[in-house]
């Protein structure tokens, strides 16, 4: 792709806005920037489509306290282009490795909260939408991740352009660009970014699809695989969205009061397999309290027999779950508390 093409990038980003109507005209819009290329390009990008849409833009940057000097660098970057830009600027300190520790959840899930509260406080307080800068390159490695792990049709929907994560609405702008097209804005502007070091890290598996895996199904099997893997869970995004919702009335009618869940089938009316694990998935995550990344296809294909045939079974987090003529139920751990 040339240079000039790469000029027309904010009318990419433009025409993807309008198409899946991430906001209106005159909306308020906070950009969550860390430095890095790809979230250095959307803002940019969407800086200079402020005039022509009215649009009311804030930058949110979190510091995770992971990285010492560097992200001290990531949020100066992200604090001085703000400024140059004529855009507020909002930053937040958080201790993940201690919300991780503290929760016994991953590093990268503590980051990922950390994020999302911070940008449901600033969406609160500004009556704003968030715009994240995951690419078309996340999106192919989300899937094959998702592939990896054994998710279903959800899963391997991958990233929607537009999402409520505990009511928190979220937008991807940049989903129809890839990487290397951020990459060459940026160097056709002479504009600056920020390098994560972490992102080499070849203990992270993300990253090991990112720099192995991805490559070399481009380099032996097709070199358009990122396409092809973006466009593949469009179509079965719309499939899942389709099919949720023809669950969702099934769900509301199956839970009761305490929380349990009766999969008992009415004589003659049993629940299509389809509409039954995308019950058993909203379940596990919105009433067990099982969290997304440990929630796959192979633990709701277990508590799914496990309802039909009675039985117990301990949850990720220590969840007890019990069985009992297609009636679901659960009891969480008591915290230990501290002497």
């Given at each position: 792709m040339t240079i000039e093409r790469m000029a027309e990038l904010p009318e990419i980003i433009r025409l993807t806005i309008q198409n899946r109507v991430l906001w209106r005209r005159g909306a308020r819009i906070v950009l969550a920037v860390s430095g890095g290329a790809d979230s250095m390009a959307m803002l940019h990008a969407i800086a200079s489509l402020r005039d022509e849409s009215k649009l009311d833009l804030r930058v949110a940057h979190v510091?995770?306290?992971?990285?010492?000097?560097?992200?001290?660098?990531?949020?100066?970057?992200?604090?001085?282009?703000?400024?140059?830009?004529?855009?507020?600027?909002?930053?937040?300190?958080?201790?993940?490795?201690?919300?991780?520790?503290?929760?016994?959840?991953s590093i990268e899930m503590a980051a990922r909260e950390a994020r999302h509260d911070f940008f449901r406080?600033?969406?609160?307080?500004?009556?704003?939408?968030?715009?994240?800068?995951?690419?078309?390159?996340?999106?192919?490695?989300?899937?094959?991740?998702?592939?990896?792990?054994?998710?279903?049709?959800?899963?391997?929907?991958?990233?929607?352009?537009?999402?409520?994560?505990?009511?928190?609405?979220?937008?991807?702008?940049?989903?129809?660009v890839s990487h290397d097209d951020a990459i060459r804005f940026l160097r056709a502007r002479k504009l600056k970014w920020r390098e994560d070091a972490s992102n080499r890290d070849a203990a992270m598996k993300r990253n090991r699809v990112r720099h192995e895996l991805l490559p070399l199904l481009e380099k032996k099997f097709n070199p358009r695989i990122r396409e092809v893997l973006a466009r593949t869970a469009e179509v079965l995004r719309a499939d899942s969205d389709y099919l949720t919702g023809q669950a969702g009335e099934e769900f509301d009618s199956r839970v009761g009061p305490d929380g349990s869940l009766d999969?008992?089938?009415?004589?003659?009316?049993?629940?299509?397999?389809?509409?039954?694990?995308?019950?058993?998935?909203?379940?596990?995550?919105?009433?067990?309290?099982?969290?997304?990344?440990?929630?796959?296809?192979?633990?709701?294909?277990r508590v799914g027999s496990m309802a039909a045939t009675g039985g117990a079974l301990t949850l990720p987090g220590n969840t007890a779950l019990r069985a009992k003529h297609g009636v679901l139920t659960f009891k969480r751990a008591r915290k230990q508390r501290r002497r």
């Open positions: 510091h995770h306290g992971l990285r010492g000097r560097a992200a001290d660098a990531d949020a100066n970057l992200a604090r001085k282009t703000a400024k140059q830009l004529r855009i507020p600027f909002h930053c937040c300190r958080a201790n993940v490795k201690a919300a991780a520790k503290r929760k016994q959840i406080k600033l969406e609160k307080k500004f009556r704003a939408v968030v715009a994240t800068a995951h690419t078309r390159d996340d999106q192919a490695e989300t899937v094959l991740l998702r592939l990896l792990r054994g998710s279903g049709t959800d899963g391997l929907g991958g990233i929607a352009y537009k999402t409520k994560v505990r009511g928190l609405s979220l937008v991807r702008p940049m989903l129809d999969l008992a089938d009415a004589e003659g009316d049993a629940i299509h397999e389809a509409i039954r694990r995308r019950i058993l998935y909203r379940w596990l995550l919105h009433h067990a309290g099982v969290t997304p990344d440990r929630l796959d296809f192979d633990l709701v294909g």
